[in-house]
Nanobody
Framework: VQFVESGGGLVQPGDSLRLSCAAS????????IGWFRQAPGKEREGVAC????????YYADSVKGRFTISRDNAKNTVYLQMNSPKQEDAAVYYCASCAAAFYGGSTVVYRDEGNDWGRGTQVTVSS
């Protein structure tokens, strides 16, 4: 399955932006589908994950309360609604299979299958 990300662009702090991730095939075999991001000079990190079995959602602490992940099974698409973005949210955003783990009250979203990444979509946050 390949994922194609779109919807990135320039957004002002406090504004909103919605990213889309279209899958080329069935994602039912994955634990979940989620969003990851990589800022210049930093490692890629998990942002949000939606579980296939029941639609449960998980968020990195840094975006909890501001970002919302959702899915449209009919369109085979996962979305990331970014509200009140901050400058530190600027990055290239990617989607991939995902799972979540919990450590001392914090949620960690990680990639659980595969190694390839799509082209991603660039999000720039600037006033």
């Amino acid at each position: 399955v390949q994922f194609v990300e779109s919807g990135g662009g320039l957004v002002q702090p406090g504004d909103s932006l919605r990213l889309s991730c279209a899958a080329s095939g069935s994602t039912l075999g994955y634990h979940g589908i989620g969003w990851f991001r990589q800022a210049p000079g930093k490692e890629r990190e998990g942002v949000a994950c939606v579980r296939n079995s029941d639609g449960a959602t998980y968020y990195a602490d840094s975006v909890k309360g501001r970002f919302t992940i959702s899915r449209d099974n009919a369109k085979n698409t996962v979305y990331l609604q970014m509200n009140s973005p901050k400058q530190e949210d600027a990055a290239v955003y990617y989607c991939a299979s995902c799972a979540a783990a919990f450590y001392g009250g914090s949620t960690v979203v990680y990639r659980d299958e595969g190694n390839d990444w799509g082209r991603g979509t660039q999000v720039t946050v600037s006033s």
